[in-house]
Nanobody
Framework: QVQLVESGGGSVHTGGSLRLSCAAS????????YGWFRQAPGKEREFVAS????????????PVKGRFTISRDISRDNATNTVTLQMNNLRPEDTAVYYC??????????????WGQGTQVTVSS
């Protein structure tokens, strides 16, 4: 069992930055790949970025390449993984609810085992 808790959403103007964090806890949380997805009103949930379970490989959706960066830190006691999504040069089309996701031992996240509750990001022009 892995628990995912997101934080860091908010409202910014075009060109601004936000940093989302996902605290992943659970006895086996180190063995999971993590990713971020987003869902805008009236649209399907879409992939944003992911980082492999060993942390050496990252993937990004084309609309966010060069603007978003995903990273991962493990606490000293190995109890918590913190997955961060640094979002720069934000655009109104980035407005969505952002969800943290986890998949067991994945190199490229595809079949989600756990979801977070979501955090709202709003970008105004």
């Amino acid at each position: 069992q892995v628990q995912l808790v997101e934080s860091g959403g908010g409202s910014v103007h075009t060109g601004g930055s936000l940093r989302l964090s996902c605290a992943a806890s659970g006895r086996t949380s180190n063995n999971y790949a993590y990713g971020w997805f987003r869902q805008a009103p009236g649209k399907e949930r879409e992939f944003v970025a992911s980082i492999s379970w060993k942390g050496g490989s990252t993937n990004y959706a084309d609309p966010v390449k060069g603007r978003f960066t995903i990273s991962r830190d493990i606490s000293r006691d190995n109890a918590t993984n913190t997955v961060t999504l640094q979002m720069n040069n934000l655009r109104p089309e980035d407005t969505a609810v952002y969800y943290c996701a986890a998949e067991f031992m994945a190199m490229v996240i595809s079949t989600i085992d756990y979801w977070g509750q979501g955090t709202q990001v709003t970008v105004s022009s």
